[in-house]
T-cell receptor, first 115, second 114 residues
Framework: AQTVTQSQPEMSVQEAETVTLSCTYD???????LFWYKQPPSRQMILVIR??????QNATENRFSVNFQKAAKSFSLKISDSQLGDAAMYFC????????????FGTGTSLTVIP | ETGVTQSPTHLIKTRGQQVTLRCSSQSGHNTVSWYQQALGQGPQFIFQ???????GRGNFPPRFSGLQFPNYSSELNVNALELDDSALYLC?????????????FGEGSWLTVV
């Protein structure tokens, strides 16, 4: 069974600084996808970034980047130049290939941005 | 704006009752999944429907059931409600099961069982 572990229940960062959120996962599959989702108080899941396991290059989206270590089954999210609007719950998620919307989510990290 | 609408937003039910939650997706979204998110937890996969048939299920008992309709709407039904069923229920829809499709989440329905 696939499991996703986020070992940091809460994190805080000063505005304009950089923060890294950790995620590890367990799977026997070789082809899969990894995601970071942001969940603000509105509760709607917002896609932050996604990584295909077959790609060695780490994904980046503006201020967001990942460090994907396939052998170590590690998938961390780095947020640069943190902004107040980045404050939210962040969930790491795993999805097997071609399974539609079937995600396995971690327990989340609550990020606070300090002005 | 994701085009995924869930109703009702909030509701309160009594233990033992039945509840139906609804999700309306964009036109062409033939794949819908439902998730249960307890307070302080990550979403847990309940089941998925593809072209009106269930094609994946998580570790939830049979009293959790669903339907998907030709008009891209879907329902989650929960019978014999228990206190532990209190949670946020999210639906996620997309245009198919292939990995390249963009997935859209609704804002959820808050269910409280008393």
């Amino acid at each position: 069974a696939q499991t996703v572990t986020q070992s940091q229940p809460e994190m805080s960062v000063q505005e304009a600084e950089t923060v890294t959120l950790s995620c590890t996962y367990d799977t026997s599959e070789s082809d899969y996808y990894l995601f970071w989702y942001k969940q603000p108080p509105s509760r709607q899941m917002i896609l932050v970034i996604r990584q295909e396991a077959y790609k060695q290059q780490n994904a980046t989206e503006n201020r967001f980047s990942v460090n994907f270590q396939k052998a170590a089954k590690s998938f961390s999210l780095k947020i640069s130049d943190s902004q107040l609007g980045d404050a939210a719950m962040y969930f790491c998620a795993y999805r097997r290939t071609n399974t539609g919307n079937q995600f396995y989510f971690g327990t989340g990290t609550s990020l606070t941005v300090i002005p | 704006e994701t085009g995924v609408t869930q109703s009702p937003t909030h509701l309160i039910k009594t233990r033992g009752q039945q509840v139906t939650l609804r999700c309306s997706s964009q036109s062409g979204h033939n794949t819908v999944s439902w998730y249960q998110q307890a307070l302080g937890q990550g979403p847990q996969f309940i089941f998925q429907y593809y072209r009106e048939e269930e094609n994946g299920r998580g570790n939830f008992p049979p009293r959790f059931s669903g339907l998907q309709f030709p008009n891209y709407s879907s329902e989650l039904n929960v019978n014999a409600l228990e206190l532990d069923d209190s949670a946020l229920y999210l639906c996620a829809s997309s245009g198919g099961v292939f990995s390249g499709n963009t997935i859209y989440f609704g804002e959820g329905s808050w269910l409280t069982v008393v």
